[in-house]
């Protein structure tokens, strides 16, 4: 049996090597703002290793998206940092990944780990908005004295850009008058079919980043988060949305964050490994060779 390369995806050199790749895989192993559950740190590393046992080869689009090269950098941050130094920090590795033409897949850590990078595509793609997934709204201007903690992201990035929200269950009151009418989705009236998706899709200008919060699927099928929520999304609404917005939309980033991984519980693990896989191959398209 070879060794397996502790890279995403567990790639050979000629598939992740960081001049020819296409894709970087940005790990932020942040979880100093959290507010209940700790081990978000964990995820990053949690989500490479799930990853390296996810089959390369894509069913759906008959098609092997590594092909088109994932490079694996090293972790952004140490230890626990004020959380405005790692905003900083994480806006300018993104920024650095960006002036490379490389597409940057951001690994959480806690939800406040996409506020640089957030702001570093922004800078880059002018009307560019923000599609957020996530049970949570997050659009506190402040929490425990701080603007950049994990449930301050959607406010920090509404100040650079439009956001649409999807899967929006829990929020305070306080929030409220932040909303945008006929911006947020609540999960409870996404249940039942998919018509949504399109009204979703409509509401994006033409370039999007996307930003994934865990806890937007069902702790059924991912209760490894630290604040978990009832009433989520399944996998096959999220890939849907997915399949959809990186059809008909441009998607120039990505991040998944607050994976907090449960001991001897290795399916969640796998399914973002294998969300962040089908995604790519989405927005990437087939290639086979």
């Known amino acids: 049996m070879s060794e397996i390369i502790d890279n995403f995806g567990g790639l050979p050199p000629e598939h992740s090597n960081p001049a020819d790749s296409r894709v970087v895989v940005l790990p932020v192993p942040y979880d100093l703002t959290s507010t209940w559950m700790k081990g978000a740190d964990k995820g990053p590393q949690a989500i490479i290793k799930a990853s390296q046992t996810v089959e390369l080869y894509d069913i759906e689009t008959d098609s092997q998206v590594h092909l088109h090269g994932i490079y694996t950098d090293q972790p952004a941050v140490q230890g626990d940092e004020p959380p405005e130094k790692m905003v900083e920090t994480v806006r300018g590795k993104v920024a650095a990944h ?14 406040s780990v996409s506020i640089g990078a957030i702001q570093a595509h922004a800078s880059r793609f002018a009307g560019m908005s923000v599609l957020q997934l996530d049970a949570h709204s997050d659009l506190r201007e402040e929490y425990e004295g701080s603007r ?34 006929g911006q947020v989705f609540f999960a409870e009236r996404l249940q039942g079919g998919t018509s949504w998706i ?17 806890d937007v699927f069902d702790p ?20 849907a949305l997915m399949r959809a917005v990186c059809r008909r939309k441009t998607v120039v980033g990505l991040d998944v964050v607050e994976m907090c991984p449960v001991k001897g519980a290795w399916a969640p693990e796998f399914l973002a490994a294998k969300l962040i896989f089908k995604i790519l191959t989405y927005k990437l398209g087939a290639r086979t060779c």
């Open 98 to 111: 960006l002036a490379n033409d490389k597409f940057v897949v951001l690994l959480g850590g806690e939800h």
């Open 148 to 181: 950049y903690n994990h449930a301050c992201v959607m406010a920090r990035a509404r100040e650079l850009c439009p956001i649409t929200q999807v899967g929006i269950r829990s929020m305070d009151l306080s929030e409220k008058p932040s909303m945008v009418p």
């Open 198 to 214: 399109e009204d979703v899709v409509a509401r994006l200008t033409d370039q999007v980043y996307i930003t994934i919060d865990l």
């Open 220 to 239: 059924a099928v991912m209760p490894s988060t630290g604040t978990p929520e009832p009433g989520g999304l399944l996998w096959y609404d999220v890939l």
